[in-house]
């Protein structure tokens, strides 16, 4: 092993240690006022403590807050208790708290029933709704560059995706619109970054993440597969549900500690863990900011276990189609569902 190698894969100092027992504000907690309002800083500071998504209504992505009384409408605590709020997780995310956490806590302990919606009924979006940048990593798993017959990556395998990729919980994708037949699922951790991150070290590359979320790669392999370069087969219309949530990075941890499973029609495809990447987070993270500014909001699909179709020997090889239901599952972040059409 070169000393190239050798230095870039050093396990780093993960930021954070082990995730809280609830991933949720607790209606318990001690009650704190609102904050004045939201003020734009050049380092905003990053919500804590919470889990947050974002659903639909009237045509519009509104932000809400898991808590054990449901989903908090954020929109609507803040006109009742006359403070401002982020209007969904992509403010949230790129203009800070913004007296988010102490406006929960108001709503927990002052608000009425009628602020928190049953989560059964509402109508999910994408838990990031408009990233500037959508990144993708390769052969990111030792046993699954290993089932697919390829080299473990030196350095990481970048690609991307577009933001018309972006898909929510239980949502559709529309694969029989798609000029292909390979249909191939990927279970993936997303990173959502919190800050503006270049050339950030492997010890300081956590500290610009914002949360984690349950992804999946959804891929069409003989798109993939017409040329070295990924991206056609990556990039059709809704081949990137994200969600239900995002967890903040303090309730998650450590990111390299998660099981992760695949389910299609209910029968387990992948089950493994990220400890099984080749290069974990902070060095995705730092490796990828070396080479271009990473924003906050963009996302990083952290790559995929083995399991996947692909992998199978070609006599085995029964891709997806119209109907097929499927379930991405990593641990603390909760169960990504959408069906094939």
Not at 105 to 116: D, T
Not at 192 to 218: C, H, I, P, W
Not at 245 to 252: E, N, P, R, S
Request: glycine residues 8%; proline residues 5%.
């Amino acid at each position: 092993m070169s000393n190239q190698r050798r230095d870039f894969l050093k396990v780093s100092a993960l930021a954070g240690s082990a995730a809280l027992a609830t991933p949720f504000i607790s209606s318990q907690a001690v009650a704190a006022g609102p904050g004045a309002g939201a003020v734009r800083i050049a380092n905003p500071e990053m919500a804590k403590n919470m889990v947050v998504l974002n659903y639909k209504e009237d045509n519009q992505y509104i932000l809400g807050v898991k808590t054990d009384k449901g989903i908090l409408q954020v929109a609507k605590a803040a006109k009742q208790f006359k403070v401002k709020a982020p209007v969904n997780t992509d403010d949230l995310i790129a203009n800070g708290d913004q007296g988010l956490g102490k406006l929960v806590l108001l709503a927990l302990n002052k608000g009425k029933a009628a602020l928190f919606l049953d989560e059964s009924k509402i109508e999910y979006a994408p838990a990031v709704t408009n990233p500037e940048k959508i990144v993708c990593v390769g052969l990111n798993y030792a046993k699954h560059a290993k089932e697919t017959n390829n080299p473990i990556p030196k350095l990481p395998i970048l690609f991307n995706k577009f933001n018309n990729t972006l898909n929510s919980h239980n949502g559709v994708v529309a694969v029989s619109k798609v000029n292909a037949e390979k249909f191939d699922y990927e279970a993936e951790l997303v990173i959502v970054m919190g800050k503006r991150a270049y050339n950030v070290s492997e010890a300081d590359a956590l500290s610009y993440v914002f949360g984690y979320a349950t992804g999946q790669d959804f891929t069409a392999r003989d798109l993939q597969q017409r040329s070295s370069q990924w991206m056609i087969g990556k990039t059709n219309d809704g081949f990137a549900p994200i969600g239900p949530y995002i967890l903040t990075a303090d309730l998650v941890g450590n990111p390299n500690q998660l099981k992760i499973e695949q389910y299609v029609n209910g029968e387990v495809r992948q089950s493994s863990n990220t400890n099984d990447m080749v290069f974990n987070c902070a060095q995705i993270v730092s490796y990828t900011s070396k080479i271009f500014t990473l924003e906050p909001g963009d996302i990083i699909f952290t790559g995929t276990p083995e399991g996947v179709i692909s992998g199978y020997p070609k006599e085995k090889q029964v891709w997806l189609k119209p109907g097929d239901k499927l379930e991405t599952r990593i641990e603390k972040l909760g169960n990504l569902k959408f069906t094939l059409t």
